[in-house]
């Protein structure tokens, strides 16, 4: 497991997944800031993307702060870190206390709609009656759809919005994924996933997985101007970055993880258990939903935006013109900070007007958190 | 070696290399259709693709018949398999006479310059004065745009065809191929390149780097069109159809060659060894072009099309609205077939008007060699 600072992490006795089999005893992480108001229902969830953690700041810190999308004097903002992932909740890095030994290649396939359902145990222990905004882009999206969807008939969730993601994982998304695990099964460390016993690990195989993921992040012209034709020594710059991008992901994840996660993406469908197509259940979506979607992105396209802001009744749709492909929802701070505001303020005007404002001082190390172009590390 | 059916391959006694190397007694194999006309100016030179062969009729035989692009009754057609390629001309597989075993990862640096003056060799011997049009898809276009750059001040190739490629490889698709590549070297089999002498093979390796680039050669939305959230067994088709993928290209490929082209890709820059900026030097560019983009391509972008169209004087841009992203070059036939047409039957009149017509009887195996999306190979 890797360190996350300042991460509460709470063990739930038992809950029995998607796929029928029960975990017991497991850990759960999670980070907040600010307070719970006196109605309980100020809640905002913030959802991570596929290698994420709970440490918001980390990768979102511009959008937190007084007067921010994430203002902690008006809201109790928590975000959890889902299975599967190595940032301290219950993954194939945890071990299985009815083992001894780490659960590896044996944990089981989460879905979305489990960790919906987990992380509602957690609200529900810190007394959340009502989810204000529940927001994610990319994995996290998909995850913030899947609150839509199951409390679509409730008042638990007021509003949602969703950056550049999916209602259910496309069979490109699938594709990008199964090529990535390809390459850490090739790796002869990864021994089926059983490296943890020999004291091995498929770095490698993970690192060319992250190589192709990053590319599927970015885009053409933004890697045009950035490196071009650049060399430095015999290789071209591009190259370079692409290898030191690998190995600085070996340094923080873990492979069984990364088989975990991207098969819970792949797994990935609102419609599941229900008798609509696609369209007709975005249709039947009763929040309001605010869906920004990227131009340049190739993985989670504009089309897949355009379907969700055509489809889900009360839903505004935001498109950012960047050309930084599917990783500019980490990147374009100002516009992103800018369509929340705007949508929060129109639809939660409750929590606007409220007089029960908090005190809120920001970290001493705070603002050296926020996340440059240079040093982005694509959760 | 890979067999390709009726090549001829030659021997070439001795060539310095950009590189500074030099092969010796080294073979190149081509195939031929039609016959030389009695002013030897009716050449119509094909590039292949990356990973394609002098093969012709098997990617683009639609194109090749009386009346069409590649009518074999008024042009000398011919397609030369291109260096470091596994079917038949000098690769890492070939047997390197100075040592008695194959070159392997020994295989210097080939670049499409060299093939150029390499082909010339071959187009000197089959007494070809003039090409008429010399053409090329993907890799193939960065081939026929070297031939445009090299032989701009004289009358040696009157016309040229580029189908989604660019004068100079991007940092895009540099990235792209250096993941791939990765993905070999991960391979315990792939053994610093030495795999031939211990009888392995990177096979899982090489199919991985395979599935990450036919997915840069689809579209999103083709693969949603044809798998989406489909399955059979446990598997999601757009898996199956990837590893299926993987697997047939193990069988027609060889890893040390696919490292061999892709480093040679990575090295293509038209404007190498010249004071020129790209824009500036597609300026002096003196033959028609026809240049096909096609909008939907993630590898080749349109905008890199757009390049070419806006800068070089005498061109013509067309672009192909196919959803099949990058290897719409392989699959829209007639409306590539007809923009070829259009633009021989202009720049090359002399052709289509002399009565020098040569008789042509198609091979009986010809249609049922024709490619369809299900077949594709991918070259």
Redesign the interface.
């Known amino acids: 497991m890797f360190q996350i600072k300042g991460q509460t992490i709470v063990e739930i006795p038992e809950y029995t997944l998607e796929c029928g089999e029960t975990l017991y005893n497991f850990p759960v992480a999670y980070k907040t800031w600010g307070k719970l108001n006196s109605t309980q229902s100020n809640a905002f969830l913030i959802c991570h993307a596929l290698t994420g953690s709970s440490d918001v700041q980390d990768w979102w810190g511009p959008l937190l702060g007084i007067n921010k999308t994430f203002d902690p004097s008006r809201y109790f903002i928590i975000c959890i870190n889902f299975l599967g992932s190595p940032y301290g909740s219950c993954s194939p890095v945890t071990i299985d206390k009815s083992t001894g030994k780490a659960y590896g290649p044996n944990f089981p396939l989460v879905t979305a709609k489990d960790d919906v359902r987990i992380q509602k145990i957690i609200l529900d222990q810190l007394n959340v009656k009502q989810i204000a905004c529940v927001i994610g882009g990319s994995m996290g999206g998909m995850i913030a759809l899947e609150y839509s969807s199951i409390y679509n008939d409730s008042d638990y969730v007021k509003t949602v919005i969703a950056l550049a993601t999916s209602a ?5 998304c ?3 994924n ?2 990535q695990r ?2 850490i ?4 460390a990864y021994d089926d996933g059983y490296y943890y016993e020999n004291g091995n690990s498929p770095t ?2 993970l ?2 997985a992250r ?2 993921a990053l ?1 599927t992040y970015r885009s ?2 933004s ?2 101007t ?4 650049n060399k430095s020594n015999d290789l ?1 710059t ?2 370079s ?3 030191y991008q ?1 190995n600085k992901f070996i340094n923080r994840f873990d492979a069984n993880c990364y088989i975990a996660i991207t098969r819970k993406l ?1 797994t990935h ?1 609102i419609t599941r258990d229900h008798d609509f197509d696609l369209e007709k259940y975005l249709q039947r979506l009763k929040k309001p939903h605010l869906i920004i979607g990227i131009e340049s992105d ?2 989670f ?1 504009i ?1 897949e935006q355009e379907l969700l802001g055509k489809n889900i009744p009360n839903s505004i749709l935001k498109k950012l013109t960047s050309p930084e492909g599917h990783d500019a929802f980490l990147l374009e701070f100002e516009l992103i900070n800018n369509y929340c505001l705007e949508f929060l303020k129109k639809e939660l005007p409750e929590i606007y007007e409220s007089d029960e404002v908090f005190e809120w001082t920001e970290p001493e190390e705070f603002e050296s958190m926020c996340s440059e172009v240079d040093n982005i590390t694509n959760w």
Chains 1, 2 share one sequence.
Do not use: K, V
């Open positions: 259910r994982a496309s069979a490109w699938i594709s990008w199964e090529t390809q390459c099964f090739n790796d002869p490698s195989g690192a060319a190589m192709a590319l053409r012209n890697f045009e950035r490196f071009g034709r071209f591009a190259q970055y692409l290898r690998g792949d469908d190739g993985l396209t089309s």
